[in-house]
């Protein structure tokens, strides 16, 4: 079974950083694209960023490219998302995927989520 442990999650003021932490099994990690999507209240689950575990190579939502930064620790098994200039729209529950395809993404496991909120 994979385990995605997610936490970094809290109450922010806009304008701070978060940054937002997902353990990994060394199996899981070495074998899957890692992700981070979001969910903002009343609204659909979106892509934010990835991690290709074998050529390190990251891809972005267009919404993200700016001030969200993903990369990952081998050491730790571990993938993060830096979140730079919050703003209140960024406020939402933030979840760690795995997929085994970093073009299609298509999520075969996902951590519990762990909740942002931005206040203005």
């Known amino acids: 079974q994979v385990q995605l442990v997610e936490s970094g999650g809290g109450l922010v003021q806009a304008g701070g950083s978060l940054r937002l932490s997902c353990a990994a099994s060394r199996r899981t990690f070495s074998s899957y694209t890692m992700a981070w999507f979001r969910q903002a209240p009343g609204k659909e689950r979106e892509f934010v960023a990835a991690?290709?575990?074998?050529?390190?190579?990251?891809r972005y939502a267009d919404s993200a490219k700016d001030r969200f930064t993903i990369s990952g620790d081998n050491t730790k098994n571990t993938v993060y998302l830096q979140v730079n200039s919050l703003k209140p729209e960024d406020t939402g529950i933030y979840y760690c995927?795995?997929?085994?395809?970093?073009?299609?993404?298509?999520?075969?496991?996902w951590g519990q989520g762990t909740q942002v909120t931005v206040s203005s």
């Open positions: 995927a795995a997929s085994s395809s970093f073009r299609t993404m298509r999520v075969q496991f």
């Open positions: 991690i290709s575990s074998t050529s390190g190579s990251t």
